[in-house]
Protein backbone atom coordinates (compact mmCIF):
# COMPACT_ATOMS: atom_id res chain seq x y z
CA UNK A 1 0.00 0.00 0.00
CA UNK A 2 0.94 3.80 -0.50
CA UNK A 3 2.96 5.08 2.14
CA UNK A 4 0.48 8.33 3.35
CA UNK A 5 2.78 10.91 1.92
CA UNK A 6 3.12 14.68 3.25
CA UNK A 7 4.36 16.59 0.98
CA UNK A 8 5.83 20.18 1.14
CA UNK A 9 6.08 22.07 -1.94
CA UNK A 10 7.50 25.23 -3.12
CA UNK A 11 7.53 26.79 -6.00
CA UNK A 12 10.45 29.35 -6.60
CA UNK A 13 11.62 30.51 -9.89
CA UNK A 14 9.35 28.14 -11.32
CA UNK A 15 11.47 25.05 -9.93
CA UNK A 16 9.43 22.54 -7.90
CA UNK A 17 10.46 20.80 -5.22
CA UNK A 18 8.32 18.15 -3.61
CA UNK A 19 8.97 16.01 -0.67
CA UNK A 20 7.03 13.12 1.10
CA UNK A 21 8.48 13.33 4.07
CA UNK A 22 9.17 16.73 6.69
CA UNK A 23 12.13 15.68 7.99
CA UNK A 24 13.95 16.21 4.82
CA UNK A 25 11.88 19.24 3.59
CA UNK A 26 13.79 21.81 5.46
CA UNK A 27 16.75 20.24 3.50
CA UNK A 28 15.00 20.87 0.20
CA UNK A 29 14.22 24.48 1.11
CA UNK A 30 18.08 25.41 1.52
CA UNK A 31 18.99 23.17 -1.66
CA UNK A 32 16.25 24.80 -3.31
CA UNK A 33 17.41 28.23 -2.71
CA UNK A 34 20.73 27.52 -3.58
CA UNK A 35 19.81 26.25 -7.12
CA UNK A 36 17.35 29.07 -7.94
CA UNK A 37 20.23 31.47 -7.94
CA UNK A 38 22.48 29.03 -10.39
CA UNK A 39 21.60 29.60 -14.38
CA UNK A 40 22.37 25.64 -15.54
CA UNK A 41 19.31 24.21 -13.64
CA UNK A 42 16.88 22.62 -15.97
CA UNK A 43 13.77 24.45 -15.33
CA UNK A 44 10.42 22.39 -14.81
CA UNK A 45 8.34 23.64 -17.61
CA UNK A 46 4.99 23.34 -15.92
CA UNK A 47 3.56 19.97 -16.74
CA UNK A 48 2.68 19.22 -13.12
CA UNK A 49 0.22 21.80 -11.78
CA UNK A 50 0.02 22.90 -8.47
CA UNK A 51 -2.06 20.88 -6.57
CA UNK A 52 -3.37 20.61 -2.66
CA UNK A 53 -1.48 17.98 -0.29
CA UNK A 54 -4.60 16.60 0.15
CA UNK A 55 -5.52 15.91 -3.36
CA UNK A 56 -1.96 15.02 -4.53
CA UNK A 57 -1.35 12.10 -1.45
CA UNK A 58 -2.76 9.26 -3.44
CA UNK A 59 -1.16 9.76 -7.05
CA UNK A 60 1.89 8.33 -8.32
CA UNK A 61 4.74 10.65 -8.67
CA UNK A 62 6.71 10.46 -11.99
CA UNK A 63 9.87 12.30 -12.42
CA UNK A 64 10.30 12.21 -16.42
CA UNK A 65 13.57 12.93 -17.75
CA UNK A 66 13.06 14.16 -21.65
CA UNK A 67 16.31 14.55 -23.96
CA UNK A 68 15.10 18.27 -25.46
CA UNK A 69 12.83 19.46 -28.19
CA UNK A 70 15.25 18.66 -31.06
CA UNK A 71 12.80 17.11 -33.86
CA UNK A 72 9.33 16.51 -34.68
CA UNK A 73 9.61 13.21 -33.19
CA UNK A 74 10.30 14.28 -29.60
CA UNK A 75 7.70 16.87 -29.96
CA UNK A 76 5.18 13.74 -30.19
CA UNK A 77 6.76 12.01 -28.01
CA UNK A 78 6.46 14.77 -25.17
CA UNK A 79 2.67 14.85 -25.98
CA UNK A 80 2.14 11.18 -26.03
CA UNK A 81 4.15 11.56 -21.79
CA UNK A 82 1.61 14.25 -21.38
CA UNK A 83 -1.85 12.93 -22.38
CA UNK A 84 -1.13 9.52 -20.52
CA UNK A 85 0.47 10.64 -17.38
CA UNK A 86 -1.79 12.83 -16.14
CA UNK A 87 -3.36 13.93 -13.06
CA UNK A 88 -6.84 12.31 -14.34
CA UNK A 89 -5.12 9.02 -15.41
CA UNK A 90 -3.69 8.85 -11.41
CA UNK A 91 -0.07 10.40 -11.63
CA UNK A 92 1.49 13.30 -10.71
CA UNK A 93 4.01 14.17 -13.12
CA UNK A 94 6.81 16.52 -13.12
CA UNK A 95 8.90 16.79 -16.62
CA UNK A 96 12.34 18.09 -16.84
CA UNK A 97 13.59 19.15 -20.56
CA UNK A 98 17.47 18.51 -20.40
CA UNK A 99 17.72 20.55 -24.00
CA UNK A 100 19.91 17.80 -25.41
CA UNK A 101 22.30 18.17 -22.50
CA UNK A 102 23.50 14.67 -20.29
CA UNK A 103 24.67 17.02 -17.31
CA UNK A 104 20.82 18.68 -17.59
CA UNK A 105 19.77 14.99 -17.02
CA UNK A 106 22.21 14.00 -14.51
CA UNK A 107 20.79 17.19 -12.60
CA UNK A 108 17.36 15.99 -13.14
CA UNK A 109 17.33 12.64 -12.07
CA UNK A 110 19.17 13.88 -8.72
CA UNK A 111 16.69 16.58 -8.04
CA UNK A 112 14.11 13.47 -8.78
CA UNK A 113 15.86 11.46 -6.03
CA UNK A 114 15.53 14.36 -3.88
CA UNK A 115 11.79 15.07 -4.33
CA UNK A 116 11.49 11.40 -3.48
CA UNK A 117 9.45 10.81 -6.65
CA UNK A 118 7.48 7.42 -7.01
CA UNK A 119 9.25 6.55 -10.49
CA UNK A 120 11.65 8.16 -12.82
CA UNK A 121 11.25 7.45 -16.47
CA UNK A 122 14.30 8.50 -18.07
CA UNK A 123 14.67 9.00 -21.92
CA UNK A 124 18.87 8.82 -21.79
CA UNK A 125 20.36 11.25 -24.42
CA UNK A 126 23.66 9.22 -24.74
CA UNK A 127 24.17 5.75 -23.60
CA UNK A 128 27.09 5.85 -21.00
CA UNK A 129 28.06 7.72 -18.14
CA UNK A 130 25.08 6.88 -16.30
CA UNK A 131 25.92 4.75 -13.64
CA UNK A 132 26.77 7.15 -10.45
CA UNK A 133 23.44 8.48 -10.56
CA UNK A 134 21.69 5.25 -11.27
CA UNK A 135 23.29 3.81 -8.39
CA UNK A 136 21.60 6.97 -6.23
CA UNK A 137 18.16 6.15 -7.90
CA UNK A 138 18.98 2.63 -6.80
CA UNK A 139 20.00 3.20 -2.91
CA UNK A 140 16.84 5.54 -2.92
CA UNK A 141 15.04 2.69 -3.93
CA UNK A 142 13.18 4.78 -7.09
CA UNK A 143 12.66 2.12 -9.99
CA UNK A 144 13.93 3.62 -13.22
CA UNK A 145 12.34 3.09 -16.68
CA UNK A 146 14.08 4.32 -19.20
CA UNK A 147 11.66 5.33 -22.33
CA UNK A 148 13.09 5.81 -26.41
CA UNK A 149 16.83 5.44 -26.03
CA UNK A 150 18.79 2.52 -23.77
CA UNK A 151 22.27 2.63 -21.70
CA UNK A 152 25.24 1.06 -20.83
CA UNK A 153 25.46 0.44 -17.31
CA UNK A 154 27.90 -2.04 -15.34
CA UNK A 155 24.84 -3.68 -13.47
CA UNK A 156 21.53 -4.12 -15.35
CA UNK A 157 19.68 -4.30 -12.51
CA UNK A 158 20.12 0.19 -12.15
CA UNK A 159 17.21 0.52 -14.01
CA UNK A 160 13.95 -1.49 -14.48
CA UNK A 161 13.57 -2.04 -18.05
CA UNK A 162 13.81 -0.21 -21.22
CA UNK A 163 11.22 0.63 -23.66
CA UNK A 164 11.61 1.99 -26.73
CA UNK A 165 12.37 0.84 -30.72
CA UNK A 166 15.07 -1.97 -31.99
CA UNK A 167 17.13 0.91 -33.67
CA UNK A 168 19.61 -1.67 -35.04
CA UNK A 169 16.45 -3.72 -36.87
CA UNK A 170 15.43 0.48 -38.25
CA UNK A 171 18.86 0.31 -39.94
CA UNK A 172 18.66 -2.92 -41.42
CA UNK A 173 15.23 -2.11 -42.89
CA UNK A 174 16.55 0.70 -44.49
CA UNK A 175 19.53 -1.45 -45.82
CA UNK A 176 17.51 -4.02 -46.85
CA UNK A 177 15.24 -1.54 -48.83
CA UNK A 178 17.64 -0.12 -50.61
CA UNK A 179 19.16 -3.44 -51.80
CA UNK A 180 15.87 -4.49 -53.26
CA UNK A 181 15.78 -0.88 -54.57
CA UNK A 182 18.74 -1.04 -56.48
CA UNK A 183 18.27 -4.05 -57.59
CA UNK A 184 14.75 -3.00 -59.27
CA UNK A 185 16.47 -0.22 -60.77
CA UNK A 186 18.96 -2.59 -62.26
CA UNK A 187 22.11 -0.84 -60.28
CA UNK A 188 22.94 -3.71 -57.91
CA UNK A 189 26.26 -4.07 -60.59
CA UNK A 190 27.06 -0.26 -60.35
CA UNK A 191 29.20 1.40 -57.26
CA UNK A 192 26.63 3.59 -55.24
CA UNK A 193 28.01 6.17 -53.37
CA UNK A 194 26.15 6.55 -49.09
CA UNK A 195 26.66 9.50 -46.98
CA UNK A 196 25.03 9.30 -43.87
CA UNK A 197 23.36 12.25 -41.47
CA UNK A 198 23.88 10.95 -37.87
CA UNK A 199 21.81 11.59 -35.26
CA UNK A 200 23.22 12.28 -31.61
CA UNK A 201 26.43 10.48 -31.63
CA UNK A 202 26.30 8.00 -28.99
CA UNK A 203 22.84 7.91 -28.54
CA UNK A 204 21.18 4.45 -29.09
CA UNK A 205 18.97 5.58 -32.36
CA UNK A 206 22.04 6.50 -34.02
CA UNK A 207 24.37 3.59 -33.14
CA UNK A 208 21.50 1.17 -33.71
CA UNK A 209 20.54 2.87 -36.76
CA UNK A 210 24.08 3.11 -38.27
CA UNK A 211 25.15 -0.23 -37.17
CA UNK A 212 22.41 -1.74 -38.53
CA UNK A 213 22.69 -0.04 -41.94
CA UNK A 214 26.56 -0.45 -41.91
CA UNK A 215 26.10 -4.44 -41.37
CA UNK A 216 23.54 -4.53 -44.44
CA UNK A 217 26.43 -2.62 -46.42
CA UNK A 218 28.95 -4.73 -45.49
CA UNK A 219 27.37 -7.26 -47.28
CA UNK A 220 27.51 -4.91 -50.42
CA UNK A 221 30.56 -5.25 -52.55
CA UNK A 222 29.38 -2.19 -54.70
CA UNK A 223 28.33 -0.20 -51.59
CA UNK A 224 31.03 2.54 -50.79
CA UNK A 225 30.25 4.82 -47.69
CA UNK A 226 31.94 7.79 -48.91
CA UNK A 227 31.43 9.71 -44.84
CA UNK A 228 29.13 9.63 -41.95
CA UNK A 229 28.63 13.14 -39.92
CA UNK A 230 26.39 14.05 -36.86
CA UNK A 231 23.56 16.62 -37.44
CA UNK A 232 22.29 16.32 -34.23
CA UNK A 233 18.87 15.33 -35.07
CA UNK A 234 18.55 18.77 -35.65
CA UNK A 235 17.44 20.45 -39.70
CA UNK A 236 19.40 23.28 -39.45
CA UNK A 237 22.53 20.99 -38.64
CA UNK A 238 21.44 18.26 -41.42
CA UNK A 239 21.47 21.23 -43.85
CA UNK A 240 24.65 22.48 -42.86
CA UNK A 241 26.16 18.96 -42.52
CA UNK A 242 24.72 17.92 -45.94
CA UNK A 243 26.04 21.31 -47.78
CA UNK A 244 29.28 20.50 -47.00
CA UNK A 245 28.65 16.53 -48.34
CA UNK A 246 27.53 17.83 -51.91
CA UNK A 247 30.62 20.29 -51.78
CA UNK A 248 32.49 17.39 -50.79
CA UNK A 249 31.20 14.64 -53.24
CA UNK A 250 30.46 15.03 -56.69
CA UNK A 251 29.06 11.90 -56.64
CA UNK A 252 26.10 11.17 -54.15
CA UNK A 253 23.69 8.55 -54.73
CA UNK A 254 22.37 7.96 -51.52
CA UNK A 255 21.61 9.98 -48.20
CA UNK A 256 21.13 8.20 -45.28
CA UNK A 257 19.44 10.41 -42.72
CA UNK A 258 18.58 9.21 -39.35
CA UNK A 259 15.70 11.39 -38.71
CA UNK A 260 13.18 13.21 -40.26
CA UNK A 261 14.50 16.81 -39.87
CA UNK A 262 17.75 16.00 -40.90
CA UNK A 263 16.18 14.84 -43.80
CA UNK A 264 14.34 18.39 -44.43
CA UNK A 265 17.75 19.80 -43.90
CA UNK A 266 18.98 18.05 -46.53
CA UNK A 267 16.45 18.59 -49.10
CA UNK A 268 16.67 22.24 -48.15
CA UNK A 269 20.12 21.75 -48.82
CA UNK A 270 20.02 19.77 -52.30
CA UNK A 271 16.98 22.10 -53.36
CA UNK A 272 19.91 25.13 -52.77
CA UNK A 273 22.24 23.23 -54.74
CA UNK A 274 20.12 22.78 -57.80
CA UNK A 275 20.50 19.02 -57.23
CA UNK A 276 17.95 16.73 -58.19
CA UNK A 277 16.85 13.85 -55.38
CA UNK A 278 13.97 11.36 -54.15
CA UNK A 279 11.53 9.37 -56.42
CA UNK A 280 12.94 10.62 -59.84
CA UNK A 281 16.08 12.25 -58.97
CA UNK A 282 19.62 11.62 -58.59
CA UNK A 283 20.29 10.82 -54.87
CA UNK A 284 17.97 8.60 -53.07
CA UNK A 285 16.57 9.67 -49.59
CA UNK A 286 15.90 7.28 -46.91
CA UNK A 287 14.80 8.68 -43.44
CA UNK A 288 13.76 7.18 -40.04
CA UNK A 289 10.80 8.26 -37.88
CA UNK A 290 8.00 8.25 -39.85
CA UNK A 291 6.79 11.79 -38.83
CA UNK A 292 3.75 12.92 -41.00
CA UNK A 293 5.32 15.92 -42.57
CA UNK A 294 7.92 13.22 -43.34
CA UNK A 295 4.99 11.21 -44.98
CA UNK A 296 3.91 14.12 -46.79
CA UNK A 297 7.35 14.34 -48.66
CA UNK A 298 7.30 10.59 -49.64
CA UNK A 299 3.91 11.48 -50.98
CA UNK A 300 5.05 14.13 -53.10
CA UNK A 301 8.39 11.81 -54.33
CA UNK A 302 10.88 13.57 -52.00
CA UNK A 303 11.74 10.88 -49.58
CA UNK A 304 12.12 7.43 -51.39
CA UNK A 305 11.21 5.21 -48.12
CA UNK A 306 11.03 6.19 -44.26
CA UNK A 307 12.03 3.77 -41.81
CA UNK A 308 9.53 3.74 -38.82
CA UNK A 309 9.74 5.12 -34.81
CA UNK A 310 7.15 5.11 -32.88
CA UNK A 311 6.82 7.85 -30.34
CA UNK A 312 3.41 7.36 -28.85
CA UNK A 313 5.33 5.58 -25.72
CA UNK A 314 3.35 7.28 -22.53
CA UNK A 315 0.62 4.10 -22.94
CA UNK A 316 3.26 1.72 -22.72
CA UNK A 317 5.35 3.51 -19.67
CA UNK A 318 1.79 3.87 -17.78
CA UNK A 319 0.98 0.21 -18.89
CA UNK A 320 4.44 -0.34 -17.02
CA UNK A 321 3.89 1.49 -13.92
CA UNK A 322 0.80 -0.08 -12.93
CA UNK A 323 1.98 -3.51 -13.53
CA UNK A 324 5.22 -2.13 -11.10
CA UNK A 325 2.14 -1.37 -8.43
CA UNK A 326 0.31 -4.06 -8.65
CA UNK A 327 3.59 -5.53 -7.91
CA UNK A 328 3.79 -7.88 -11.48
CA UNK A 329 7.06 -8.36 -13.33
CA UNK A 330 7.82 -6.31 -16.61
CA UNK A 331 9.81 -7.48 -19.53
CA UNK A 332 13.35 -5.94 -19.34
CA UNK A 333 12.92 -4.91 -22.70
CA UNK A 334 9.84 -3.76 -24.61
CA UNK A 335 10.16 -2.91 -28.21
CA UNK A 336 7.69 -1.45 -30.15
CA UNK A 337 6.38 -2.49 -33.66
CA UNK A 338 6.87 -0.62 -36.55
CA UNK A 339 7.04 -0.84 -40.38
CA UNK A 340 8.26 1.65 -43.08
CA UNK A 341 6.76 3.76 -45.86
CA UNK A 342 7.67 4.29 -49.38
CA UNK A 343 5.43 4.91 -52.58
CA UNK A 344 4.08 1.55 -52.76
CA UNK A 345 2.88 1.00 -49.40
CA UNK A 346 2.07 4.85 -48.24
CA UNK A 347 -1.61 4.99 -49.56
O1 LIG B 1 14.59 9.46 -34.26
C1 LIG B 1 14.83 11.66 -33.46
C2 LIG B 1 14.87 12.19 -32.10
O2 LIG B 1 15.55 8.75 -29.95
C3 LIG B 1 14.10 7.75 -31.52
O3 LIG B 1 15.46 11.16 -31.34
C4 LIG B 1 14.63 8.99 -30.95
C5 LIG B 1 15.23 9.94 -31.96
C6 LIG B 1 14.37 10.27 -33.16
O4 LIG B 1 15.36 13.41 -31.93
O5 LIG B 1 14.00 12.36 -34.31
Redesign the pocket.
Known amino acids: MRKLICRVQLYRNNVEYRTRNLSSAVLIWCIALLLSGCSSMPGTDGMASPDSVGNTKDLIVVGISQ ?2 S ?5 LA ?1 TRSYRETLTEANGYYPLFEDAQQKQENQVKAVRNFILQEVDYIVL ?1 PIVETGWDAVLTEAKEAGIPVILS ?2 SIQVEDEELYTCWI ?2 D ?1 KEEGKSAGRWLQDYLKKENRDEEEIHIVTLQ ?2 LG ?4 LG ?1 TKGFAQILKEQDNWVMLEQQSGE ?2 QAKGKEVMEYFLKSYPDIDVVVC ?5 AFGAIDAMKEAHRSFGKNGEIIVLS ?2 A ?1 DAALEAVKRGEINADFE ?1 N ?1 LLGPLVDETIKKLEAGQAVEKIQYVKETYYDETTIK
Request: aromatic letters at 12%; hydrophobic letters at 25%.
Open positions: VGESDWRNDDRGSFGTSTAQRFVENDNMFDTCP
